[in-house]
C-alpha cells in the first residue's frame, strides 16, 4: 500500500500539487520530516512585481495609519473569525476601511524583500479603500445581507477579477485584464472586498514540472511561514494559503484540480475545502480539466471556510457542471450551529495508523462520539492520469481564451505560450516548461481519451466505494492531500482541518472525505473535530 501511494504522488506532482518533500526522496507517505534543499531555488523574489506601483494607491492612508493604531487592532483582528470580526466593526471597534488598512499593512510589513517575506501576493486591488469606505456607509444604511460584507477577500491569480490581471503566475498572462468571474460576481454580490491577487504555482503547478510548489514567474517563490525556506508551502494554491496563515487576509480563494488546495491548506495548518464539481462555478477561472477544476475557501477556521464557500456559490448558466449541480445548499454557516459526531463512522486507513498526529486525531474522533472502523487501503493505480489532464488542458485552455481571456492577448492554445516562452526562457521559464512541452506532444483519439477517462473514474470511485459499502460508511479520513487523486477522478468533496504538528513543525491536516455532494456534512464533521482537537496554532514569527 505504500509503494502504491507513493507512485501515485509522483503523478499527482505531475497533476497539480504534490508536496515536494515527499517526492525528493523515496520514502513512505507518511514520512515527512525530509524537506527539500530550499537553497536551490533558482529565482526567490519577483523580477516583475513593482512595489511602487502597488502601493501608489494606498500610500497616504497606510502613512495616516498609525503603528500606535496598527498594535491597538492586533488583538481584535489578528486570527479572529468573521463573526468576530463583524462583532467588532458592530461594536464601533473598528470599520471595514480599518480592517482593510491593518491587512494591508500586514502586506506591507512581511510580504516582499525582508527576511520574514513570503512572496504570497501577487497584486492589489486599487480600488479597495474606496470601496471598504463605501462598505461602512452601507452597513449604516443596513445593507449587510451576508456575513461576508465588508470582509477582505484574496483570489488566487488564476481567478478573473475586473479589478487586477490575472495571470495564473505566467508571465504570457501578465496582460490579461478580464471580467469578474463567477464567484467573484457572487463575492461581491454579498458584499466581499476584493483585497488582491494571492500567488501560486504557475499554470496551477501544471506547467514545468520540475520547480518547487509555490513558484510563479510572476510572483517569484511562495514561503511557508510556519517554516521559512524550510518547509514546502504546498500547491499550487500556494499564495492562497499562506497569506491566509500570515493573517494578511482573514480569507481566500483557491482552486484544485488534485490536491491544490487540500496540499497547501494542510501545509500551513488551515482549513480547505475541495467541493464537489460544479457546486462552485469554474467560469471565469484559467483551466487545467473542465472535469476536476474546482474553487474552493481557504481559512483559518471551519465557520469562517462555511462562510466563504456559501458567498461563492450560485448556479452559472455558462458552466455545464454548475448547471448539473445537485445540491441547492446555499447557506451553509448557519446549519453549522448544532453539529455532533455521534453515530458518525468514518474509515481509517490502516497504513496511515504509523503517523501519530493521526492516531491522536482518531482518539479525538472517538471522544466526540464517531466510531472508526480501520480498513486496508485497496491497491490501486490510477493510468494515465498525466495523459487525462493534458488532453484536457489541451482543449479547455483554448476555450478559456476565447470565452473568458482579454481578447487582446495573443494566445490561442498552449502550443502559443510554449513557443511564447521560449523566446526568453530565462525569465519566463527558468525552470522549463516540461509539461506544457507534454501537453503539445500528446494527442488521444476519441475511444481513447473516453477509455482512459472510464478507467480513471471507476478506480477512484473503487477505492472510496469498497470500505464505505462494506463497513456503511459516512466518510474516509485522510491526511493531507494523500488521497486527493482519488478523489479528484471520484469527484468525492473533501475538506483538511489543522491536526498539529510534526517534529520539523511541519503542519498536518486531517482530511475528511465524503460522496459527492457531501458538503454540509463535511463542514459539519470538520468543525466538530475542530472544537474537540484544536490543534491550530498561528506561525511564530507573523503575531506581530
Not at 455521534?342 to 466526540?368: P, Q, T
Request: some cysteine.
Amino acid at each position: 500500500m505504500k509503494q502504491l501511494l507513493l507512485s501515485f504522488f509522483l503523478l499527482a506532482f505531475i497533476a497539480c500539487k504534490e508536496e515536494s518533500k515527499q517526492l525528493s526522496s523515496v520514502q513512505t507517505v507518511q514520512d515527512t520530516t525530509k524537506v527539500a534543499d530550499f537553497r536551490e531555488f533558482k529565482v526567490l523574489d519577483s523580477k516583475y512585481i513593482e512595489s511602487d506601483s502597488i502601493w501608489a494607491p494606498f500610500n497616504k492612508d497606510l502613512e495616516a495609519f498609525s503603528e500606535e493604531r496598527y498594535t491597538q487592532l492586533l488583538p481584535l483582528i489578528l486570527d479572529q473569525d468573521i463573526p468576530t470580526l463583524q462583532k467588532a466593526v458592530y461594536s464601533g471597534n473598528f470599520t471595514y476601511e480599518e480592517l482593510t488598512l491593518f491587512y494591508l499593512k500586514r502586506i506591507q510589513k512581511y510580504d516582499r524583500n525582508n527576511d520574514l517575506s513570503l512572496n504570497s501576493v501577487i497584486s492589489l486591488n486599487p480600488n479597495v479603500l474606496q470601496e471598504a469606505r463605501v462598505k461602512d456607509q452601507g452597513l449604516k444604511n443596513k445593507m449587510m445581507k451576508h456575513p461576508v460584507f465588508g470582509i477582505p477577500v484574496l483570489l488566487k491569480d488564476n481567478i478573473n477579477t475586473a479589478d487586477m490581471p490575472t495571470t495564473a503566475g505566467a508571465i504570457a498572462l501578465a496582460n490579461n485584464n478580464t471580467e469578474d468571474a463567477f464567484i467573484v460576481k457572487r463575492l461581491k454580490e454579498n458584499g466581499a472586498l476584493i483585497l488582491g491577487k494571492a500567488n501560486l504555482s504557475e499554470w496551477a503547478y501544471f506547467f514545468c514540472g520540475d520547480c518547487p510548489s509555490g513558484y510563479s514567474a510572476v510572483g517569484g517563490q511562495t514561503l511557508n511561514p510556519y517554516g521559512r525556506r524550510t518547509l514546502d508551502t504546498g500547491g499550487s494554491s500556494s499564495g492562497s494559503a499562506v497569506s491566509v496563515a500570515a493573517n494578511f487576509a482573514p480569507v481566500a480563494v483557491g482552486s484544485e484540480t488534485s490536491g491544490s488546495i487540500l496540499s497547501p491548506a494542510s501545509q500551513n495548518s488551515l482549513v480547505g475545502l475541495k467541493p464537489t464539481i460544479g457546486v462552485l462555478s469554474r467560469g471565469g477561472i484559467v483551466p487545467i480539466s473542465s472535469y476536476l477544476d474546482t474553487p474552493g475557501p481557504i481559512t483559518k477556521n471551519v465557520r469562517d471556510n462555511a462562510i466563504l464557500f456559501s458567498a461563492m456559490s450560485g448556479r452559472d448558466s455558462q458552466d455545464p457542471a454548475s448547471v448539473a449541480n445537485k445540491n441547492n445548499t446555499s447557506n451553509y454557516y448557519e446549519s453549522l450551529a448544532e453539529v455532533s459526531l455521534k453515530g458518525k463512522r468514518f474509515g481509517a486507513i490502516k497504513s496511515l495508523m504509523e503517523d501519530s498526529l493521526y492516531v491522536a486525531a482518531i482518539n479525538d474522533l472517538k471522544s466526540a462520539g464517531a466510531e472508526i472502523i480501520e480498513f486496508e487501503g485497496e491497491d490501486l493505480d490510477l493510468p494515465n492520469f498525466t495523459r487525462f489532464l493534458n488532453i484536457e488542458m489541451k482543449r479547455d485552455l483554448p476555450v478559456y481564451f476565447k470565452r473568458y481571456g482579454n481578447k487582446d492577448l495573443p494566445f490561442k492554445s498552449v502550443k502559443d505560450v510554449v513557443s511564447y516562452n521560449n523566446t526568453d526562457s530565462l525569465m519566463r521559464s527558468p525552470y522549463g516548461q516540461k509539461l506544457f512541452d507534454g501537453i503539445v506532444a500528446d494527442s488521444a483519439t476519441t475511444e481513447e481519451f473516453a477509455a482512459i477517462k472510464d478507467t480513471l473514474i471507476t478506480k477512484g470511485k473503487q477505492f472510496f466505494e469498497g470500505p464505505m459499502r462494506a463497513h456503511n460508511l459516512d466518510g474516509i479520513l485522510s491526511i493531507n492531500n494523500y488521497h486527493a487523486g482519488y478523489a479528484a477522478v471520484a469527484k468525492y468533496p473533501a475538506i483538511t482541518v489543522p491536526m498539529g504538528y510534526a517534529k520539523n513543525n511541519a503542519p498536518k491536516g486531517l482530511t475528511f472525505i465524503a460522496r459527492p455532494y457531501q458538503e454540509a456534512a463535511l463542514l459539519s464533521w470538520a468543525l466538530a473535530y475542530e472544537k474537540a482537537s484544536k490543534k491550530r496554532v498561528s506561525p511564530e514569527n507573523y503575531k506581530n
